[in-house]
């Protein structure tokens, strides 16, 4: 029994890694670059994504991926995605401390949203009568009583309309363009040290959004590599909270009596010793039951059906295929998928290094990942014994139907980091791309790349995104 948990383990976490994106940078990264090690909170990180009201020229922002899929979805017009995100952590650490999220609609026909981290400030907001505590801890940030962020995190700041739309407003940025922008439109400044900082958040590597008089290419295209960073890093799927399911999962198989998730094997596992050729594991978590991660209670919800056929396991060899059905399985009543997967593998271990070549085939069938996007198309991966990895997809992503057409190549360096490079014709969408150079490392930018360009080019004109070192980067093009 024990062997087939670990053999199960092995699979399991072929699942986590496949989920990651085309280029499977977070997983990947991880596993070539030893990223883990972080003197930093090792609380799961969540994204913000920011809405805009034009009417009332008020921006909103939310750690909740539904709300987001929502609103993105045109669910509360006119509210529009602005196209900016940063990382907050999702759950209590040591050195961040909780933000409560507050509601007013004192200022009709306008309403408003606030955020704070003061410990002070959040009691003293409930207890006054204009503004309703929504969520004491909506996610949690990194305070600075100087405007200093340690390594590893990087500046939000705060801007405040002075009520000069008839409401308070507020907005967050982690970029200094969009903050110098919004003083020159009459906003104030919030936080500390010469700066303003407001709060320190996980670095991050997402582009501000266009400027106003962004042309439409640059605003399409600044779109797109985002989606592209996302893929890239991992950040398409939360890997931490789909750890989260499959950690339970397993420890259910471990306990027979468990009714949380309740799990069901065919053939049953019993006290079989090998892993036999073909296996399906039912998990269920009903409406909704809690497990223990760690030392933290987590609500889960949905169920999980895990197939594996054709198993074939030697010393020197891995193959077969393995389904993975996720039917609206969510953590802490946040989606974490909806939808099948599907991989099959035919690898090659080596006896002497360990080192496992071959190729993993990947089929998403109407997979729905958090933020609402969804995916759909084939993906292969074909691992080196060297440690280069080539990867080739053909995938269409939802509700744009926008189709990601890359070959590239991801191969480590020496510095624990990874270079990602196109190696033929790659699209996305109209546009063909060009990725040279793409330094992926997870341990300095979580969603980002800290060098190299990606190039998108359409009827003769071309916009490049150059990054750097700090976790940002420039456009050059129209």
């Not at 009568?129 to 801890?137: I, M, Y």
């Not at 501000?208 to 605003?219: K, T």
């Not at 099959?344 to 360990?354: F, M, Q, R």
């Amino acid at each position: 029994m024990k062997r087939i948990l670990v053999l199960l383990t092995m699979w399991l976490a072929a699942v986590a890694a496949v989920q990651a994106g085309p280029v499977p940078g977070k997983s990947i990264t991880t596993m070539l670059s030893d990223a883990n090690a972080k003197a930093l909170p090792t609380a799961a990180q969540v994204t913000v994504t920011e809405f805009h009201h034009p009417g009332f020229n008020h921006y909103f922002i939310t750690a909740y991926a539904d709300e987001a899929a929502h609103l993105a979805a045109g669910g509360l017009p006119p509210w529009v995605p602005t196209g900016h995100t940063f990382k907050v952590w999702g759950g209590p650490d040591q050195g961040i401390t909780n933000v409560c999220r507050f509601f007013s609609e004192t200022f009709a026909p306008r309403s408003s949203h606030f955020y704070s981290n003061n410990p002070v400030e959040c009691p003293g907001l409930s207890a006054g009568g204009v503004w309703q505590l929504e969520s004491p801890a909506a996610f949690y940030m990194m305070p600075t009583a100087t405007g200093s962020c340690p390594s590893g995190t990087m500046p939000l700041y705060r801007l405040y309309n002075d009520g000069k739309s008839g409401a308070p407003n507020h907005r967050y940025t982690i970029h200094t363009s969009v903050r110098a922008t919004m003083i020159a439109a009459g906003w104030l400044p919030e936080g500390t040290g010469p700066n303003g900082v407001f709060a320190c958040v996980p670095l991050a590597g997402t582009a501000p959004p266009p400027p106003p008089n962004a042309s439409a290419f640059q605003v399409e295209v600044t779109g797109y590599v985002n989606t592209l960073l996302n893929l890239v890093s991992g950040d398409i799927v939360d890997v931490d909270k789909l750890g989260v399911v499959l950690n339970s999962a397993l420890a259910a198989l471990m306990n027979p009596a468990s009714t949380c998730p309740a799990v069901t094997s065919t053939p049953p596992l019993g006290n079989l010793t090998s892993l036999p050729p073909n296996l399906t594991i039912d998990v269920s978590y009903g409406g909704g039951c809690t497990v223990q991660e760690g030392t933290t209670s987590v609500t889960l919800s949905g169920s999980v059906v895990l197939s594996l056929s054709n198993v074939v396991l030697t010393d020197t060899n891995l193959s077969g295929t393995l389904a993975a059905t996720f039917n609206n399985v969510r953590v802490g009543g946040v989606l974490v998928a909806n939808g099948t997967v599907r991989a099959t593998a035919n690898l090659a271990v080596s006896a002497t290094t360990g080192a496992t070549s071959g190729p993993i085939n990947v089929t998403l069938t109407n997979f729905l990942l958090p933020d609402g996007l969804g995916i759909s198309g084939t993906l292969g991966i074909n691992l080196n014994s060297t440690g280069t990895t080539t990867v080739t997809t053909d995938l269409v992503t939802s509700p744009n139907n926008v189709a990601v057409r890359l070959n590239a190549s991801v191969v480590p360096a020496a510095d624990g980091s990874v270079l990602v490079n196109t190696t033929g014709a790659s699209t996305v969408g109209a546009y063909s791309v060009q990725v040279s150079g793409l330094r992926i490392d997870a341990d300095l930018c979580t969603t980002g790349a800290i060098g190299g360009n990606v190039s998108f080019s359409r009827t003769g004109q071309t916009g490049t995104f150059t990054f750097n070192s700090s976790c940002s980067y420039t456009y050059s093009g129209p």
